[in-house]
């Protein structure tokens, strides 16, 4: 449903009204706009606006007597249609650049970096979400006989992350049998997804020269494990949650208890974050637009990291609605590009 068109004067009531909410967190008064506002209107007019602006579910507030605060849907205006957007000045981006420079330092660095930087500079909870390695293009393989039946498997993914996994082999297998396994898959698969990887070792399963070749029959065995979907591996960083302690919005103790819950539940955190990355660009979720209940009274920054060969990478910033939506877009915007250049380097 389209939202109710708004003159001139409405829209610069919203506008204003909102900032100041921003800037002050609290609830806002006809005489403090009047003196805000770059046009000149009583603070009796103001009110007969702000009524309209209430009765259109952009504006409500909290005692009879008190000034208005957004809501979710006044918010959604703003930033669609009234915010003006602006990129970060060059020199913090060069900053930005600075701080997520690859040189020496390995992926999960990087992830870590970004993490601590959208939160540092946004004062709300910075995170990057990295794809399930089974997305992400493979590198190379290190197979490490560990007492029968567990072999630990080591991978590396095209931008460099590792990970680390140990699988069971009925047949025992010698350090040199796993060795000529992991030469054959570096060989032969390097570059390709999981995914892809495991159609082929499927296709090689079905040919009849995996079934007199002992080497292809230990390295389809050996692979079909390895490279097997867990689900498991999808690596959340995320920085800040002690940033909501400063904010006037979660100083109810039940509220934060929740919202830290939902912070270490991974599996539950990478499906939000996930539902939330969806689609291109920079995506701004605010409140009630929020899958999870949980999250149903802060805002969502998000935007993907598109790296040449691999799955997205997400990032972002979360907090509250009251947020400064102008500057943490075009935070989260400078971040995603910086980072997919950064991870870019890696891969190559």
Known sequence: MASPVL??????????????????GAPVGS???SRTLDRPLSPATIRNIMADLERLGYLDHPHTSAG??????GYRVYVDNLMSHHALPSREAAAIAIELDASGVSPHEVMDNASHLLSRLSRQVGFVLAPEMQRTSFRHIDLVRLPHP???????SGTGRVTHKVIEMEDELTQDDLQACANYLNA??????????????????????????????????????????????VS???????NMLAQAEFEDVRRMRALL???EEKGRLVKILNACLSGGGV???????????????MTLVTASCLVEGEASWGLGVMGSTRMEYARVMALVDQVARTLARTLQELRA
């Open 7 to 24: 003159d001139e004067r409405s829209r610069d009531v919203l506008r204003s009204l909102i900032q100041l909410h921003i800037a002050t």
């Open 31 to 33: 005489e403090s706009l």
């Open 68 to 73: 208005r605060m957004p809501t979710d849907e």
């Open 150 to 156: 567990r072999i630990l498997v080591v991978m590396v």
């Open 188 to 233: 032969h698969f390097t570059g390709l997804t999981l995914a892809a990887i495991r159609a082929r070792l499927l296709e090689m399963m079905g040919e009849e020269v995996a079934l007199y070749d002992s080497l292809l029959k230990r390295v389809v065995s050996v692979g079909e494990r390895a490279f097997a979907a867990t689900g498991e591996d």
């Open 236 to 242: 959340v960083y995320l920085d800040g949650a002690s």
């Open 261 to 263: 819950r939902t912070f």
């Open 283 to 297: 995506r701004v979720i605010i409140g009630h637009e929020n899958p999870d209940p949980e999250l149903q009274g």
